[in-house]
């Protein structure tokens, strides 16, 4: 198991369900992301695809895949 230390925690609430999420990331990537520096998938690789989306459009996961599951790989 990877552990990992991120020094900022991040609290997103998903704008559908209005479920409370806690991101874990480095303070420098995100500011790197917000400022224009960095695309989000550069600067924060480390997290998963979910907690990106809910960065960039407040859409938690499960919601993303009730309102896109038409056009999800069903692999995923």
Known sequence: M???NYDSQYSVQCVHCLGEYVI?????DV???K???RYIQ???HYLSADDRELFLTGTCG????KMYSLFLDPEE
């Open 2 to 4: 990877v552990s990992a």
């Open 24 to 28: 874990l990331a480095d303070k420098a």
């Open 31 to 33: 500011e790197s992301w």
């Open 35 to 37: 400022s224009g520096d």
């Open 42 to 44: 550069d600067a924060l």
């Open 62 to 65: 499960t919601c993303f895949k």
